[in-house]
């Protein structure tokens, strides 16, 4: 569920709810839609980001290291941010060791196949936080081989992406990013007994604008979102598809949907770290073999 309300600076008294969206439930015409007092779904894990591992030719430490490209700066800030969101992407990874060395972070993976790439660790296009109008969800049948965990992300075309939660959704190319977003302003609170994250819009063509001009074709069900969900891809993962019940927004959203502290934290720390001004770039990578 996504709430709409004035910036996140005004008196947590005055905000307003003006819309609510449903974290992604199917795309049936029974799909549940809520409204501000609606229930939320249980929560889901967020999967583990998909791997690209190459054919295995032996074992090894794979160490990449990540930064600004082009002798940029880069703050403190977005560090911890793209730290917190490595932490969730590799968590099913074992025993990965993150840290922060200057203005780069060093991330080492142990037993891992040579000639696997640092994509797994770091993605160029799959990097940002992608907004993206869904066409259709579905559920594979068990059993079956249709699958695309291991398909790279394309935001600039039509394709397949899996949700957190085991579904396949058709999306469309991106109409957006993380940058409609206030940098660093997404934070994961408890809000109603349940924890979701609150986030600043812009002001303006690149931030309000950019939202609400998807939100609207969502609303409308026109043909570019006839389900009228609104996908939030991160990693080529979609991590929630809501379902828009209004044609605007302004000032922040507030993405809910019963995550616990940690899903939340990571959400947000993701957010923060996509929409940051500086992009992070992988800026060397090299493989050890074990001995």
Not at 168 to 181: N, Y
Not at 214 to 230: K, N, R, T, V
Not at 258 to 265: K, L
Request: glycine share 10%; with cysteine.
């Amino acid at each position: 569920m996504v709430r709409s309300g004035r910036k996140r600076f005004a008196n947590r008294a005055d905000l307003t709810v003006a819309v609510a969206l449903f974290a992604i439930a199917g795309c049936s015409s029974t799909a549940p839609r809520v409204t501000p007092s609606g229930a939320t779904p249980p929560p889901t894990p967020i999967s583990a980001a998909p791997s690209t591992d190459a054919e295995s030719t032996g074992l090894g430490t794979l160490t990449v290291t990540i930064g600004a490209p082009g002798g940029q700066s880069v703050s403190s800030e977005t560090l911890q941010s793209a730290v917190a969101a490595l932490r969730a992407r590799l968590e099913m990874r074992d025993d990965p060791a993150i840290s922060i060395d200057g203005e780069t972070i060093v991330v080492m993976l142990s037993h891992t196949a040579e000639g696997t790439s640092p994509d797994v660790v770091w993605p160029g296009p799959e990097s940002a936080v992608y907004l993206r109008p869904v066409s259709y969800c579905y559920s594979p049948t068990p059993g079956s081989t249709t699958t695309i965990a291991e398909t790279v992300s394309d935001p600039t075309r039509t394709e397949l992406l899996n949700d957190r939660t085991g579904q396949l959704c058709q999306v469309g190319p991106s109409r957006g990013d993380a940058t409609v977003f206030e940098a660093g302003s997404a934070t994961a609170e408890l809000t109603g007994g349940s924890w979701g994250v609150t986030v600043s819009l812009k002001e303006g063509d690149a931030g309000e604008g950019v939202w609400n001009a998807i939100a609207a074709e969502c609303f409308e069900g026109s043909d570019i979102c006839p389900s009228h969900q609104l996908a939030i891809e991160i990693y080529g993962i979609i991590q929630s598809a809501p379902t828009v019940n209004a044609p605007t927004f302004a000032g922040s959203v507030q993405i809910s949907g019963a995550f616990t502290r940690a899903e939340a934290t990571d959400l947000a720390s993701t957010i923060n770290a996509g929409g940051a001004p500086t992009t992070l770039a992988v800026i060397e990578s090299t493989f050890t073999p074990e001995d």
